[in-house]
């Protein structure tokens, strides 16, 4: 089983970073006095439409797989399962959190929730316990 990055969840994070982005810029410019706030709102937006476009094929290659109850990554990440502590949808991430306290995140899931289905019940198989 596979899980890759959803490209419309990768847009649609980034629309949502740019709307921060650009108030967060408006409201330091407030703050500092600046006559021309509006500016806040494009430095924002092309920040975020710049770091969107620049990574977008990088970050949309990266899946990972559920293979023999190891969870296999980008950059040779490799998780096994009965490692595995805590599960959790953080945005449109699934967080993976080890034993041993390591981080894994599984990002711009479609479906957050359905791949927590998918790695739990693979977790449950593996480890045999229906009761998790």
Known sequence: MTFTPDRATYIRTHW???AI???LGMA?????????VWTG???GLAA???????LMDEELGHAWRLE???????GERRVPLDQVEKIRAIGA??????????????KFQAD???????????RCANTGDRNE
């Open 16 to 18: 949502i970073m740019a």
């Open 21 to 23: 982005a650009m108030a």
């Open 28 to 36: 330091i410019l407030w703050a500092l006095g600046n006559a021309h």
């Open 41 to 43: 709102a494009i430095g």
């Open 48 to 54: 975020v439409a710049l770091r969107g476009w620049y």
């Open 68 to 74: 023999d109850g190891v969870l296999a990554g980008p």
């Open 93 to 106: 991430a699934v967080q993976i959190v080890t034993k041993t306290g390591d981080k894994h995140l599984i």
């Open 112 to 122: 957050p929730q359905a791949t927590i289905a998918r790695i739990e019940a693979a």
